[in-house]
T-cell receptor, first 113, second 110 residues
Framework: ETGVTQSPTHLIKTRGQQVTLRCSSQ?????VSWYQQALGQGPQFIFQ???????GRGNFPPRFSGLQFPNYSSELNVNALELDDSALYLC????????????FGSGTRLTVV | GQQVMQIPQYQHVQEGEDFTTYCNSS?????IQWYKQRPGGHPVFLIQLVKSGEVKKQKRLTFQFGEAKKNSSLHITATQTTDVGTYFC??????????FGTGTRLTIIP
């Protein structure tokens, strides 16, 4: 059973640029969520995808968008990057309505300069 | 919106001492999940509590869910250096967002 994999692991972007982060969910998991974790803070929910549809969104602006593919992998896109977008972006997968914990990927460390 | 507070924010203990972190909510919680995040790592699921007053144990770790389902605690007996990390409580099920607590960072003095 493979876990959650994210790519890239690290990324440096310039303010105003766009970025795409990728996530492959754990085998058997059909729900993918994205979280932003600033240094020293807890993860903050960005949005969740279930069966390729957005299934909830946190307090993030529309320039944060996402996709889920038929194989349950997912992308997080951020447009018009701002310095405050610098953070660890975590992808987490779960088995949807079943009461199991989330499996997190190792994250993508995004630095905006 | 719902907020889940954790105390303490930081805890430094001598190796072998016990450690406890507390999670408190102003509203009734459907469940509590606990995660551990090692320095430089990602959150790793430890356990989920659902029932009022529930207590679960994992080796040296004891997890409790309050009777009113508004608070929870994680207690580690006889800490080891491998226990270092930040412990987060979180609320939410598999098809809902997880709302994380503020976390407690545990450091161990050898």
């Amino acid at each position: 059973e493979t876990g959650v994999t994210q790519s890239p692991t690290h990324l440096i972007k310039t303010r105003g640029q766009q970025v795409t982060l990728r996530c492959s969910s754990q085998s058997g998991h059909n729900t993918v969520s994205w979280y932003q974790q600033a240094l020293g803070q807890g993860p903050q929910f960005i949005f969740q995808y279930y069966r390729e549809e957005e299934n909830g969104r946190g307090n993030f602006p529309p320039r944060f968008s996402g996709l889920q593919f038929p194989n349950y992998s997912s992308e997080l896109n951020v447009n018009a990057l701002e310095l405050d977008d610098s953070a660890l972006y975590l992808c987490a997968s779960s088995r949807g309505t079943e009461n199991y914990g989330y499996t997190f990927g190792s994250g993508t460390r995004l630095t905006v300069v | 919106g719902q907020q889940v507070m954790q105390i303490p924010q930081y805890q430094h203990v001598q190796e072998g001492e016990d450690f406890t972190t507390y999670c408190n909510s102003s509203t009734t919680l459907s469940n509590i999940q606990w995660y551990k995040q090692r320095p430089g790592g990602h959150p790793v699921f430890l356990i989920q509590l659902v029932k009022s007053g529930e207590v679960k144990k994992q080796k040296r770790l004891t997890f409790q869910f309050g009777e009113a389902k508004k608070n929870s605690s994680l207690h580690i007996t006889a800490t080891q250096t491998t226990d270092v990390g930040t412990y987060f409580c979180a609320n939410g099920f598999g098809n809902e967002k997880l709302t994380f607590g503020t976390g407690t960072r545990l450091t161990i003095i050898p």
